[in-house]
């Protein structure tokens, strides 16, 4: 089992930055390859990052490609997504969530998810 707590949202204008974390809970954080989604309203939830429990693949979804990064600290159990240049369509919750595949792009694949972090950009 694996309990994810979302961190590091909220109001930004467009062009900013923001840093989002994720940190879990249990010992076997390291074993897990990690995900980043994001919903905005009346959306369906989509892919935006993920990385390979060893930290040494990544992955993006096109429209953010460039523009934000993920990492992993193993050691404290915690992903962040650095995310640059905002842009107000990227205006959603943020949701990360943990998988036991080697990396995976689509929601259906991840079994434990967080409560969701709110990204708001102005323009």
């Known amino acids: 089992q694996v309990q994810l707590v979302e961190s590091g949202g909220g109001l930004v204008q467009a062009g900013g930055s923001l840093r989002l974390s994720c940190a879990a809970s249990?010992?076997?954080?390291?074993?897990?390859?990690m995900g980043w989604f994001r919903q905005a309203p009346g959306k369906e939830r989509e892919f935006v990052a993920t990385i390979r429990a060893s930290g040494r693949s990544t992955r993006y979804a096109d429209s953010v490609k460039g523009r934000f990064t993920i990492s992993r600290d193993n050691a404290k159990g915690t992903v962040y997504l650095q995310m640059n240049s905002l842009k107000p369509e990227d205006t959603a919750v943020y949701y990360c969530a943990a998988t036991s595949l080697g990396i995976a792009t689509t929601k259906d694949q991840y079994l434990y998810w967080g409560q969701g972090t709110q990204v708001t950009v102005s323009s």
């Open positions: 249990g010992r076997t954080f390291s074993r897990y390859a």
